[in-house]
């Protein structure tokens, strides 16, 4: 897509709370795991070990916020969100 000055506009795909993806003008600053249902910062230390080992980008996904993850049922990272994942973790208890 382009402006009316001709720049182009940079798109970010993210899914959103029905856990449908769509298109962005504005980046996620969320990043998760599609199969694990796990979100988490996008410099989250495990996350970035996962994508050095290989295979995890694929399982990708990314959120605008953290109300959109947890909607679409992905729980908060324990190593990067320590305080929201005991949250999280005292509710289902």
């Known amino acids: 897509m382009r402006t009316k000055t001709g720049n182009a506009v ?5 899914t959103g709370p029905d856990g449908q993806s769509y298109d ?11 199969r694990s249902r796990i979100y988490g910062r996008l410099d989250c230390r495990a996350a970035l070990q996962a994508i050095a080992r290989g ?14 993850a947890e909607a679409a049922g992905y729980r908060p ?8 994942y005991a949250a ?3 509710k289902k208890i």
Not at 10 to 14: C, D, G, K, M, V
Not at 55 to 68: E, I, P, S
């Open 10 to 14: 940079r798109t970010w795909h993210l």
């Open 24 to 34: 962005s003008a504005q980046a996620g600053s969320l990043g998760g795991h599609r």
């Open 55 to 68: 295979g995890y980008v694929k399982q990708r996904v990314f959120f605008l916020d953290k109300a959109d």
């Open 77 to 84: 990272c324990a190593v990067c969100l320590p305080r929201d």
């Open 88 to 90: 999280w973790k005292a």
